[in-house]
Structures are given as structure tokens and as C-alpha cells.
């Protein structure tokens, strides 16, 4: 079932933003006010529909997927990643997924030389040089270095085909981060499904802190800050009901500690691909 939001094209328009996590700590770019009414209207309209989970249940969404490994030379050291950990990190995106109806399917792996761009250097020139597909096809740029992050995407929004937020669509990841790499405590491939969660409108658990509407998620649990390592029983707001959601996808758990989107988590990316993706 789609859900269509009745938002002015203007608001979903201006609703784009990069979100770049640091590795140890929090990094990053909130999503725009405009993107935040438009979540919380999508919130609105879910509760509407009793919640929205039963009408998911008979839902699947199949993405289209582009990788694209950007390095400085043709060694694992310098980011050119091997087929072998893409299909592993290909087979972690479709598991962490498949309980919530969503599966990826690899079109084609595009290898470029590029010592630039693979310190992430002219990120529209390497995107304009390197994209294929639809604005509902994902595409994945894995990067030798980020600066210091894990990887960054972009929220969907309205997106006219050949513009600006059209192009710089999807998701840029530090190469090391993929299984079999050599970023310790996150080297399991759960920064693609973290950063794809953003891809799907997801916003990070500990959006807003204690107070307000939060990741304008219902059934995760308020958090004050993102948490490292696997802290069990942390509880950084206790003076609302839950525990932090360590093992939630959206934290900045180590890999080990991700398990889970929760039920309304899945909603809202289908809400989102419904709107703008679909």
C-alpha cells in the first residue's frame, strides 16, 4: 500500500541533507526542519492506519543496486575492495533487510582509478562521471578515505532527473567497512545498512535527544547521544520508558552489537519509498 503525503512539492523539495555518522563519535548532519515536518506528517498518517505494520506485511521492495569501488591503486590497501567481500557485503545488506520485505539485487560493479575521488575529493564530478540507474536504484560509491567517517547518504526527497539532489543521491562508504575489512569493530558491512537506512528516511535513534518527537519514530526509545561499543543497559534518558536501542541499526553501535529495525522503522521506509523512491 503506497502512502502518499500531502506535502507541498516546495516543502518536499527542500527536504535533502547529507548525513555523514564520525567513527567515533557523532558527526553528523541533521536532517532539515523541512525534512522533519515531512517525517512527522508521515508519522501522523502511519498512526492513522493503526500503526501501519499489518499493512506492510504483504509489501516487498526489490532495489536495483550499483556498486562503484573508487581507489587510489588496484590494492585492497588503497580501497579497490575485491569481488568476493562485495557479494559478502551485498549478502549482509539483503539479510539485515529481509525481515522487513526489502531485497537488493546487484545490476553491475563500475572499478575506477581515481586518487581524488577516493579521498572523497569532487563528490557531483565523481557522481555525474559514475551513476546509473533511477532515483529508486541505490547506488554505492566505496571510498578509500572519508576524513575520519564511516560513510555518508542523502534522505530522499523530490529529485528531478539530472539535478542536483537527483545526482548526489545514495551513498558514499569508507571501503575498510565492508566484511573482511580492516576497520576494526565496524568491518562486518553494517555502516552500508546503517547509511541505507538514511537512503530509506530513516533518521538516527538519538535524533533530538531526550525531548521533542526525536527520530519521529515511535517504538524506538528516546536516546540523548549515539552510543559506541555495545553498552547494555545504557539509558541516557531516564526519564522515558525504554533503554537506549544499542542494537538498533540507526545507533553507532560496533557491527558486532547491530541486530534490528523496528517494526515502525520498516513503516517509515516504506512511507518514504512509497513517496518519493517508488
Given at each position: 500500500m503506497q502512502f502518499k503525503l500531502s506535502v507541498v512539492a516546495a516543502l518536499a523539495a527542500a527536504a535533502s541533507a547529507a548525513v555523514t555518522p564520525a567513527r567515533l563519535?557523532?558527526?553528523?548532519?541533521?536532517?532539515?526542519?523541512?525534512?522533519?515536518?515531512?517525517?512527522?506528517?508521515l508519522a501522523e498518517e502511519e498512526a492513522a492506519n493503526n500503526g501501519t505494520v499489518s499493512l506492510m506485511a504483504a509489501a516487498t521492495?526489490?532495489?536495483?543496486?550499483?556498486?562503484?569501488?573508487?581507489?587510489?591503486?588496484?590494492?585492497?590497501?588503497?580501497g579497490y575492495i575485491t569481488d568476493k567481500m562485495l557479494a559478502d557485503?551485498?549478502?549482509?545488506?539483503?539479510?539485515d533487510f529481509a525481515p522487513h520485505g526489502i531485497s537488493y539485487t546487484l545490476v553491475e560493479t563500475t572499478r575506477t582509478i581515481n586518487a581524488n575521488w577516493a579521498q572523497d575529493g569532487d563528490e557531483m564530478a565523481m557522481k555525474r562521471a559514475l551513476r546509473?540507474?533511477?532515483?529508486?536504484?541505490?547506488?554505492?560509491?566505496?571510498?578509500?578515505?572519508?576524513?575520519?567517517?564511516?560513510?555518508y547518504c542523502y534522505f530522499p526527497t523530490t529529485a528531478a532527473a539530472g539535478s542536483t539532489a537527483y545526482i548526489r543521491d545514495g551513498c558514499t562508504i569508507l571501503s575498510s567497512t565492508v566484511p573482511g575489512g580492516s576497520e576494526t569493530n565496524y568491518n562486518l558491512g553494517k555502516t552500508v545498512t546503517h547509511e541505507v537506512g538514511?537512503?530509506?528516511?530513516?533518521?538516527?535513534?538519538?535524533?533530538?535527544?531526550?525531548?521533542?518527537?526525536?527520530?519521529?519514530?515511535a517504538d524506538t526509545p528516546a536516546q540523548a547521544s549515539f552510543s559506541t561499543g555495545c553498552p547494555t543497559g545504557r539509558d541516557s534518558c531516564p526519564s522515558q520508558a525504554g533503554l537506549d536501542p544499542i542494537h538498533n541499526y540507526m545507533d553507532y553501535s560496533y557491527d558486532s552489537c547491530y541486530e534490528e529495525f523496528t517494526p515502525n522503522q520498516q513503516t517509515r521506509m516504506y512511507s518514504f519509498w512509497n513517496q518519493y523512491r517508488a
Open positions: 563519535g557523532c558527526g553528523t548532519h541533521d536532517p532539515t526542519p523541512e525534512h522533519i515536518e515531512i517525517s512527522k506528517k521492495i526489490n532495489v536495483n543496486v550499483y556498486f562503484h569501488v573508487v581507489a587510489s591503486s588496484q590494492t585492497v590497501a588503497n557485503q551485498l549478502a549482509v545488506m539483503n539479510s546509473k540507474g533511477t532515483y529508486k536504484d541505490l547506488n554505492l560509491y566505496f571510498v578509500r578515505t572519508l576524513g575520519g567517517d564511516f560513510g538514511h537512503w530509506f528516511g530513516l533518521y538516527h535513534t538519538f535524533q533530538g535527544g531526550c525531548t521533542g518527537a526525536g527520530d519521529s519514530i
